[in-house]
């Protein structure tokens, strides 16, 4: 009935075994989200990194390192970290500026250049925000939504004219009445 337990049953193991590399696929059957920075969505250029090309992609972009080149994302977002430094023209849905930028910008949807952002080049969007102490020298170019290319909902039918009808009878002139004090002059 009391059973003593072995001293070892319970310590662990003297060699465990060597931690297989995971990835974002092996969590997701286990339930597990990925932690910061590994996101299968988003992509980052850390700060010690530096990069040089063109850059083209589906998923959204963080880059807190330097770049130079051009990036082109479509219908994704980049964001420029404050530790951030890019030479490059710019194509993005949705561009964050925190760091230091040279080139020409194009967002689809909205740019936004924060207090601690530093732009030179030429903005093109839908919407800007540039933000109190910001930074920025070039020229702005509001752009109008890019129209999907789902086809407008039929109008109506226009009315058609109605026979012409003889005009009306002049009216006699309209009297205003005032109420209220009997001694207005205007009465």
């Known amino acids: 009935m009391w059973r003593k ?21 092996d969590l ?24 040089q090309g063109e850059l083209k992609g589906t998923e ?12 082109e994302l479509g219908g994704h977002s980049l964001t420029v970290g404050p530790e951030g430094r890019v030479r490059a ?15 020409n910008l194009r967002a689809a949807d909205r740019l936004r250049i924060s207090k601690t952002g530093n732009v030179t080049g030429d903005l093109v969007a839908a919407r800007i925000v540039i933000e109190d102490g910001a930074y920025f020298k070039g020229s702005i170019d509001i752009s109008k939504p890019e129209v999907s290319k789902v086809a407008a909902p039929p109008r109506p039918p226009a ?17 205003q009445t005032l109420a209220g004090n009997p001694a207005d002059p205007n009465r």
């Open 5 to 25: 337990k072995k001293p070892d049953e319970f310590a662990p193991a003297a060699n465990p075994p060597e931690a297989l590399p995971m990835t974002v696929q």
């Open 28 to 51: 997701r059957p286990l339930g597990l989200r990925p932690t910061l920075g590994t996101s299968d969505t988003n992509s980052r250029l850390g700060k010690s990194l530096s990069f």
């Open 60 to 71: 959204d972009v963080y880059i807190d390192g330097e770049f130079a080149g051009t990036i």
């Open 89 to 103: 023209d710019i194509r993005a849905r949705e561009i964050v500026i925190e760091g230091n930028v040279q080139g």
């Open 159 to 175: 009315v058609a004219a109605a026979a012409p009808t003889a005009p009306a009878a002049p009216s006699a002139p309209r009297q």
